[in-house]
């Protein structure tokens, strides 16, 4: 099976809306990635930090106007990113509410094209009758619906054409084959973004200040991150995560964060200290042991 001819449901965990004269301007302070010009259709994908630079979520952020916002955070439940925000609303004209769309889909282009829809290009989101569609990687889209019953008609449809839809493994196996770290299970509330090759795709570097600016700012400018993500594989069953892995000397070297069957074995995503991850190297768990197949990113 191949992603060519896969699709993936993958319903939001969160979806706000934010509106007001300030909200281009708080969101600004918040988000790490760049809404100094905020235009309608834009779509930005970014992370929410604390103070010292940690993953609390991530998100993607589209402008329906310049005082208009949709989040959409796909592994971040509303109400805790909801606080999350209003812990920093002050005196800002901003308002916040959550919106219904917990219906979505994974596609590849083939199958946006067969539903007679237009992909989107990067950094931009369309909208139409039955919802929002944008680009999450290359050649890679979200499709988000607002009711259930439109969601069924597009799986529908999609089966009919002869697409088939991936397994929670099977899609999890083709992330990773992507290089795309999951938030908060691969990189979290215990990690800065650079340790998940993140500071390309969601920091910016040049617009002002946002909560944890500096922190990273100052790590990206001092030097490469002591730990990464790293592919590794096992055998046997998916142990219990997350999984303290080891080295030959019982050294503790990181932390295997996600795994997914693949045939007879399994891979997954370890956080590891880069200095121990060496590609082809054997590391340990209580019961069993994991090889380091390649830098995720």
């Known amino acids: 099976m191949t992603e060519f ?16 004269e300030d909200a281009a301007a708080f969101l600004n302070s918040q988000f790490s990635a760049d809404l100094r010009t905020p235009e309608a259709g834009l779509c930005v994908y970014g992370l929410w930090l604390n103070a010292k630079g940690k993953v609390q979520a991530d998100s993607w952020v589209w402008c329906r106007d310049p005082e208009t916002f949709e989040i959409l955070s796909m592994g971040t439940e509303g109400e805790d990113l909801r606080e999350m925000l209003e812990r920093h609303i002050i ?7 959550h919106v219904e769309s917990g219906f979505g889909f994974e596609l590849p ?3 946006v094209e067969a539903l007679g829809l237009d992909c989107p290009k990067s950094g931009r989101f369309i909208r139409f009758k039955e919802g929002i569609i944008y680009s999450i990687q290359d050649s890679i889209y979200n499709l988000v619906m607002h009711k259930e019953s439109a969601a069924k008609l597009v799986f529908k449809e999609l089966t009919d054409l002869g697409f088939i839809e991936f397994s929670a493994s099977e899609r999890g196996l083709a992330r990773i084959d992507r290089g ?10 215990a990690d800065m973004p650079g340790e998940g090759g993140l500071e390309h ?3 910016s570097f040049t617009k002002g200040c946002y909560l944890g600016q500096e922190v990273v700012a100052r790590m990206h400018n001092v030097g490469k991150a002591q730990r990464g993500l790293f592919v590794v594989r096992g055998e046997g069953a998916i142990p219990d995560l997350p999984l ?3 080295n030959s000397e019982s050294k503790r070297v990181g932390e295997l964060r996600t795994a997914y069957l693949d045939g007879e074995t399994w891979q997954g995503v370890a956080i590891l200290k880069t200095r121990f991850a060496i590609v082809g190297e054997t590391l ?3 019961i069993g042991e994991v090889n380091v197949l390649r830098a995720l990113r």
Do not use: Q
């Open 284 to 286: 340990r768990y209580n």
């Open 91 to 97: 005196a800002d004209d901003v308002e916040i509410e």
């Open 5 to 20: 001819v896969s699709f993936y449901k993958a319903s939001p965990a969160c979806h706000l809306r934010m509106w007001g």
């Open 201 to 203: 795709d969601a920091i």
């Open 109 to 111: 282009t083939k199958a």
């Open 180 to 189: 795309r770290p999951l938030v908060p299970e691969e990189i979290g509330a």
């Open 244 to 246: 303290v892995l080891t």
